[in-house]
């Protein structure tokens, strides 16, 4: 961690603070690639919105977007072949180390398979997000992006007329702002930059969340929701930061690091400002008891999006949360320790006692996410070189799981939408055994049973905790996975096990992008279950930089 | 250490001292041990996957596979059988590496590891000729072609033969989980086989539940070894096993117990097995009395180094057994459903083997011994079973049965060798195998062996009595199901099942007979496993060593001639009393196994003090749905709070924020 020279830094960085430095900082353009690459389409999008005919847009941007996260992925490998300690850049404000190039790795898959499943056409005829409005009211106007959220109003979305035209492709470039977003977060080197990141990645989601082509209530009712909390979540890490700034007198992680490896300054401030900072991260982490907004919000939006939500930003948030625990405060450790320890358990309990009497399969699958934001806090409060790589493992197999059953739910359809009420579900397996059998495999991965990468994610993960010495931890966390078995298996029972209502759910034949992103999720999670080393020989090559 | 050096450095390192081409041959067929697993395997994907094409020779390559496997079995045996080595190692491939973090994919081949092989795949042999016959109708009459469900059947079979070979042959404890979690689905998938029956789909879920408790405390024993010595490995845990201290060397030994008693059904995890009777018969045999129960029996046996080092946890696992088998033995006494007594006795059996492996390195051998035999007797009384519901319409209630010798002379035959070996009838298998856990329990020092081989004797006499019970009402006596109909009003035909059901039943019951002369004459067996599980240590029995025989015997005659005056010698009625003794009356509420499972199980886990009568309809007894309400009054606290006002959301972020600060505040400022 000790690329950075230490001298001097407090004075050169309130200098960058107050925007006196008008020298160009030099830049290590290979590096942050990806990043750029992917910020550069998300313009390009609007563009493309703005320039391109509207026949043609939903394959433009998809295209685009495809080719973006394919881009930035070949330039993703081809610096992490060259890098070995990595370093940090934008003058100190973004470090990319070989921890950090991992998570933009999973975020990079992760938003490939969500963008295929945001570009299904075929499920829902026209695709699952609003119409375009100009087109149903017939009008030939030119259309901005700026009104897409706010005038997509749930009269001018009469299903009938909705159902022939094609969806609004803002959705493509919100999605690459927001990856972008995601991805600046992990590799954040001062609290500024993160809280820009985190504002960059939680805006454009806010509005996707509000962007369902059916139930446009429950949806737009989602965004605003989230969008309130998130605005106070920020407030929260906002306030932190600056506490922390009033503590080390700098916000970068390897000065605070530095402060609070041994002085004498108020630990008031650096504690209070601790908490709210990594509140803002609890709450976009879905980690109890932050999390209320979880379920409602995953059961609102659509569900491609909340595809998006569950794997990437989860991810994301992780990636802050490691970063600032393993970089910033490792020091401090002993006195946070409990602390978060006690939030971990709080998550495990809400989340799997909540997600037993779910009947909703969305909220459940929301609650479990609650739960696994549990078992991810255990490693992410192992400030160990396993906790590490065990958390990072962890993230991106869950995230490919919890991506294909986002994808499999939205198969199941009645003629109001979705058919996400646990009874539709009931006696699946004979109307459609591969899906039935697909998402079977898929809870049993989000269960954690082994030959599926949730297996491997929780073994490593309590192991790495076990040796660090949180014994009662892990024992908690495993009678929490063991009774968080109940769940899934509820549903696994109730496909197999019961007959189907005479009026039920249709299966949706999937488009070949639908296809494309279960199949993916599907085999990975297998695959990461037989030879997790293809992952975790990755995750374990280094930690963060600073 | 030393001794896995056979084929620890890779796939192709041969035997030292052989003959050179023999050499090389039993190097390829060594090394190339994971055929075993993988024929099977192979095997349940290509069924699974293939879909309704496979439905007309389905069947056939089920059979093909695992009789393959046997194949490869005895030839690996013969391979190893005269040689010096202890155990092979076999490295597949790096599974899991990870800095400090180092599992290997890997096959242990050694004796313990062998003759579980040869059991499963024999004996899985068997039981899958016999599904041929048995699952030949699917449950709506269809046959051939149109039976997906046969296929489908065969299929779980072979994934589920994969993972207990897994089970037994992986050379790690973490392999040994994967293959544990794996024959626990491949169990949940055949218990609920038969999807349409509610409570087999309840028996499915509450086996794999009480699963999952017991394998919380094999992960945790797992933790524990990779935490204190940084490796899985057999061969590295045992051979630094001094380095650890006797509390944690305890810790683990009781751990890997509970995941024991979850898998093998042992008090007090046991209710779960005999609800799996829900399944077919063949699954029954298989899993649920020869092969998947018996696994907790392998773990400890498998384990012996740890054990040796803890006295009280062998007298732990010695009292497990000991209550297991008497209560086994007990509620065995009071059901009418003949697959539940047989589920019962298994308890019971395996009761026995845990006696035996409790007791150290004087009865290693000896569990493993009456494992095998049981093997054959209990699979081959369960396939008896089978036999006699596919003749009488698919009916469990034995006081429907009556004077069926004439009918089914095979099944009869079979059945009845196959209950003399159970009762340990002299020089028939569990004869020897049940004598020598007896005298071995006696040998224990001071009240031990009083106790211990007092619970063994008294289990041997209560086994002749239920038994002869079963006997009787099955075989004998007056001819019941001539008036009686069945659920569905249909009327009773009794037949003898087709050869390639009774075929397996006759090659079971000639091992019922002979295997137990076999293994132990010149202590073949015993001498066989000594390289793994250590030398057979004989004490001092407190009782003179002819007298427990004798004892044994006398007892099991009292059982069987008591049996026959209750229920020989009187009228058997239709239906059970009712004005019964409170000891008949708990016996068949399952001595409130499930109850006390409720007990100690859910509800530390769940948390919640509701009252019994409550627990009776939910818990993990009750319908699936059903579950959720034992937690229903936590859930509703917590749903409440979901409240869908963002205010209230608001409110409570604040809320948790100031909780978090405050707490933070509160540990970080003096």
């Known amino acids: 961690m000790g690329v950075v020279a230490r001298t001097g830094v407090p004075d050169r960085h309130s200098e960058v603070l107050a925007q006196q430095s008008t020298d160009m900082p030099p830049i290590a353009y290979a590096a942050v690639a990806p990043v750029l690459i992917v910020l550069v389409a998300a313009c390009l999008g609007v563009l493309v919105e703005a320039f391109v005919p509207r026949r043609q847009r939903w394959a433009v941007q998809v295209a685009l977007s495809l080719l973006t996260v394919v881009c930035a992925g070949a330039a993703l490998i081809r610096h992490a072949r060259e890098i070995n300690t990595g370093g940090t850049t934008f003058a100190d404000t973004v470090a990319v180390g070989p921890a950090t190039l991992f998570l933009w790795g999973t975020l990079l898959a992760l938003a490939l398979g969500a963008i295929l499943l945001i570009a299904d056409r075929s499920i829902e005829p026209g695709g699952a997000f609003v119409a375009e409005t100009n087109a149903a009211s017939g009008g030939t106007a030119s259309r901005h992006p700026a009104d897409a959220p706010g005038a997509a109003s749930a009269e001018v979305m009469d299903r009938a007329s909705a159902s022939v035209v094609g969806m609004r492709t803002e959705v493509f470039p919100l999605v690459l702002f927001s990856l972008g977003g995601m991805m600046v977060f992990c590799a954040a080197n001062d609290l500024l930059t993160m809280f820009v990141a985190l504002e960059v990645l939680s805006l454009p989601l806010y509005l996707l969340c509000g962007l369902a082509r059916r139930r446009r209530l429950l949806s737009q009712e989602a965004a605003v929701k989230y969008f309130l909390l998130g605005a106070f979540a920020s407030a929260f890490f906002l306030y932190g930061l600056a506490l922390l700034y009033g503590y080390a007198g700098s916000v970068k992680f390897s000065d605070i690091a530095d402060a609070t490896a041994g002085s004498l300054r108020s630990d008031t401030l650096l504690f209070a400002g601790l908490g709210l900072v990594v509140m803002g991260l609890l709450f976009k982490g879905s980690v109890g008891p932050f999390h209320l907004w979880t379920p409602d919000v995953y059961h609102g939006a659509p569900t491609a999006v909340t595809g998006f939500m569950a794997a990437c930003t989860k991810v994301a948030a992780f990636g802050g949360l490691l970063r600032l625990l393993h970089v910033a405060f490792r020091a401090s450790s002993w006195e946070w320790h409990w602390v978060l320890w006690s939030v971990a358990v709080l998550s495990m309990v809400i989340g799997v006692v909540s997600g037993l009497t779910q009947r909703d399969l969305k909220r459940m699958i929301a609650y479990s996410s609650i739960a696994h934001a549990g078992f991810l806090m255990v490693g992410a409060i192992t400030l160990t070189e396993r906790g590490l790589s065990a958390t990072l493992f962890y993230l991106l197999a869950y995230g490919f799981t919890t991506l294909a059953v986002f994808g499999t739910i939205g198969l199941v359809r009645t003629s109001e939408g979705e058919a996400t009420h646990l009874s539709d579900w009931a006696g699946l397996a004979k109307r459609s055994p591969v899906v039935a059998t697909v998402f079977t495999f898929l809870l049993l991965a989000l269960a954690g049973i082994p030959a599926t990468s949730g297996f491997m994610g929780k073994f490593a993960v309590f192991s790495a905790a076990f040796s660090a010495g949180m014994g009662p931890l892990v024992v908690i966390a495993l009678l929490a996975s063991a009774l968080a078995a109940f769940i899934y298996l509820r549903v696994i029972v109730l496909m197999f096990f019961n007959d189907p209502a005479p009026d039920g759910p249709t299966v949706s034949v999937p488009g070949a992008f639908t296809t494309a992103a279960i199949t993916l999720g599907v085999v990975v999670t297998l695959l990461l279950g037989l030879v997790p080393m293809l992952a975790l020989d990755w995750a374990s090559v280094g930690g963060f930089v600073s | ?670």
């Open chain 2, 1 to 670: 250490m030393d001794q896995r050096n056979g084929l620890g450095d890779g796939v192709t390192t041969s035997v030292l001292a052989a003959p050179e081409p023999v050499q090389a041959a039993q190097g390829a067929i060594q090394s190339n041990a994971w055929l075993i697993i993988a024929i099977p395997l192979l095997g349940a994907a290509v069924l699974l996957l293939a879909g309704r094409r496979a439905n007309g020779w389905g069947h056939l390559l089920g059979c093909a596979t695992v009789i393959a496997s046997f194949g490869y079995a005895l030839a690996l045996f013969s391979s190893v059988g005269g040689s010096e080595q202890a155990a092979r190692s076999l490295h597949l491939f790096s599974w899991i590496p990870v800095n400090s973090l180092q599992v290997d994919f890997g096959l242990r081949i050694d004796p313990l590891s062998l003759v579980f092989v040869l059991l499963i795949t024999g004996v899985g042999s068997l039981i899958h000729i016999y599904s041929i016959g048995y699952m030949a109708h699917d449950q709506q009459g269809r046959t051939g072609r149109g039976n997906t469900e046969r296929r489908r059947f065969f299929g779980y079979l072979n994934l589920f033969v994969a993972a207990m070979l897994i089970l037994v042959l992986g050379n790690s404890f973490v392999t040994l989980y994967l293959g544990w979690e794996g024959v626990g689905l491949a169990s949940y998938l055949l218990i609920g086989f038969w999807q349409q029956r509610p409570s087999a789909a309840g028996a499915a879920t509450k086996a794999f539940v009480m699963n999952r408790v017991g394998d919380v405390g094999l992960a945790l024993a797992i933790f524990l070894l990779f935490a204190r010595l940084g490796t899985t490995q057999y061969a590295e845990v045992f051979a630094r096993a001094d380095e650890l201290s006797s509390g944690t060397v305890l810790a683990i030994a009781l751990l890997l117990l509970l995941g024991a008693c979850g898998k093998s059904g042992q008090v007090p995890l046991q209710a779960w097995l005999p609800d799996a009777m829900e399944g077919p018969t063949p699954v029954s045999a298989l899993i649920h009395a020869a092969t998947m129960v018996t696994a907790g029996v392998y773990l400890i046996a498998r384990a012996n180094p740890l054990y040796s080092m803890t006295e009280v946890g062998q007298l732990v696992v010695a009292i497990v057994g000991a209550v297991t088998l008497l209560v086994g033995c007990v509620i065995g006494c009071a059901y009418d459903d003949i697959k539940k007594v047989l589920a019962y006795s298994t308890v019971s059996q395996i009761g026995y083997m845990m006696l035996a492996v409790g007791l150290g390195p004087a009865g290693y051998a000896l569990g493993i011994m009456h494992l095998l035999t049981h093997g054959f007797f209990k699979a081959g009384l369960f396939l008896g079973a089978g036999s006699v519901m596919h003749g009488m319409r698919d009916e469990v209630d034995m006081r429907k049965f009556g004077g069926l010798y004439r009918y089914m002379p095979i099944t009869f035959a079979t059945f009845g060798l196959g209950y003399l070996a159970l009762i340990g009838f002299p020089f028939l298998s569990g004869y020897y195998s049940k004598e020598a856990i007896i005298g071995a329990a006696f040998a224990e020092p001071g009240w031990r062996g009083w106790v211990l081989g007092g619970a063994a004797v008294l289990g041997a006499g209560l086994t002749a009595f239920y038994m002869t019970r079963l006997m009787l009402m099955t075989f004998f006596g007056e001819r019941r199901w001539r008036n009686r109909t069945t659920s569905e009003g249909e009327e009773f035909h009794p037949h003898e099942s087709p050869a390639v059901m009774t075929g397996p039943m006759i090659v079971l019951a000639v091992g019922s007979v002979a295997a137990g002369f076999l293994l132990t004459s010149g202590e073949r067996l015993v001498h066989f496993l000594s390289p793994a599980l250590g030398e057979l240590q004989e004490g001092h029995t407190v009782l003179p060593h002819s007298v427990i025989p004798v004892l044994t015997l006398g007892l099991s005659a009292v059982g069987v001639l008591v049996a026959w005056l209750v229920v020989g010698r009187r009228r058997v009625p239709d239906t059970a009393p009712q004005r019964v003794s409170p000891v008949v009356r708990a016996a068949r509420a399952d001595l409130y196994g499930n109850a006390l499972n409720r007990a100690v199980a859910v509800r530390p886990t769940v948390g919640l003090a509701d009252g019994l009568a409550r627990f009776d309809r939910a818990g993990v007894d009750g319908t699936v749905n059903g579950v959720a309400s034992t937690l229903g009054a936590l859930s509703g606290v917590l749903r409440r709070w979901q409240t869908g006002f963002v205010r209230s959301y608001a409110m409570s972020m604040l809320v948790g924020g100031v909780l978090l600060v405050a707490a933070l505040l509160s540990v970080g400022t003096p």
